[in-house]
């Protein structure tokens, strides 16, 4: 079992960076698949980036790639998303989301553990 819990959310203007970061505690991190998750008010979560248990494989929306970087340090149980050239429409809560032995990890159901979500608000 695994806790998840997200920093790093806050308001930025449109153009801004942030890094979100997840720090994770239980057992064997190292053998976890992670992803990030966005949830905009009165929309359906929605997939964002997410990166293999070894650090080998990341996958991203098609909506951040090119803006956005997922990595992970294992020896740390961390994993983090440098979220640059900020749009409003980045503007969600964002899930931190762990899972073993994952098939599809672009998929959020695939994923066992979850983060309560940091707040990212981008103004224009």
């Known amino acids: 079992q695994v806790q998840l819990v997200e920093s790093g959310g806050g308001l930025v203007q449109a153009g801004g960076s942030l890094r979100l970061s997840c720090a994770a505690s239980?057992?064997?991190?190292?053998?976890?698949?992670m992803g990030w998750f966005r949830q905009a008010p009165g929309k359906e979560r929605e997939f964002v980036a997410a990166i293999n248990w070894s650090g080998a494989r990341t996958y991203y929306s098609d909506s951040v790639k090119g803006r956005f970087t997922i990595s992970r340090d294992n020896t740390k149980d961390t994993v983090s998303l440098q979220m640059n050239i900020l749009k409003p429409e980045d503007t969600a809560l964002y899930y931190c989301a762990a899972g073993r032995y994952i098939a599809v990890l672009t998929r959020a159901r695939e994923y066992g553990y979850w983060g309560q979500g940091t707040q990212v608000t981008v103004s224009s």
């Open positions: 239980g057992r064997s991190f190292s053998s976890y698949d």
